[in-house]
């Protein structure tokens, strides 16, 4: 049994604003620790419920948030960017079953602490036509794999976000978004402890034959980016695959999930 911990740091204990999550503010330090526990707890709860191995992937940013030395040493961590997979990265190394970590809701949802979907100027994401923010991309793409997403964290607008996808997953709520940069924070010792009995809960479930399926998406797909400035679109459209549908929106037809995926984080870079 080989599990996929991708994780993010918006949906992370505590964090409610973006200097929490940004390189160079001086909280940064404080949070990125705090992910590291978390992913170290989801570890600990990946092995508890069976697991063989364990990949990580650091998904947030420029993927250099996870404080290595402090990680869990029987987990392997994937880092960096460009990546082929960008969050996802290792899903392609026969993994059986997905976690995430520290996830956010998608770009609209309220209240929800930080929601965006890939970049800030991208208002939405549709796939043949259901909305769906980096957790729904993430799980299209494990799917195309065979691998269902089995357990998350996060606030409880994602954690929605999430079973509405998978009605089965374990999501473990480590904060209560009141706002866009706001909420109620539970401790991070109890969050810690929950996540590791979530995961392994998960996992055990799924070892048993319940729990999530994974997602299948009808081919060839139509992927729908929608922008918040007309000269996104605009310059995406200059991409011959790319079709400009309206002042804001740009279509393109994937052939599978995998290119839904790696289109949808390309397009992101179409915004300034
Ligand atoms: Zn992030």
Redesign the pocket.
Known sequence: MRILISA???GISGVSRWEH?SMNDSEYQTYRKIMTEEVNAAIRGAFAGGAEEVIVHD???RGQNILIAELDPRAELSKGTCSPYCMMTGIDTGIDAVFTVGYHAKAGSAPAILAHSMDDHILSYRVNGLEVGEFGLSGILAGRFGAPIIYASGDQTFAAEARELYPEIIVTTVKIATGYYSGICFPVESNRAKIEADAKTALERFRAGAGPKALTIHTPATLEVNYAQPFSAEKAAELPFVKRESGRTVSIVCRNAVEVYQFSAMMSRYTG
């Open positions: 993010d740091m918006e999550v998904g947030h940013s």
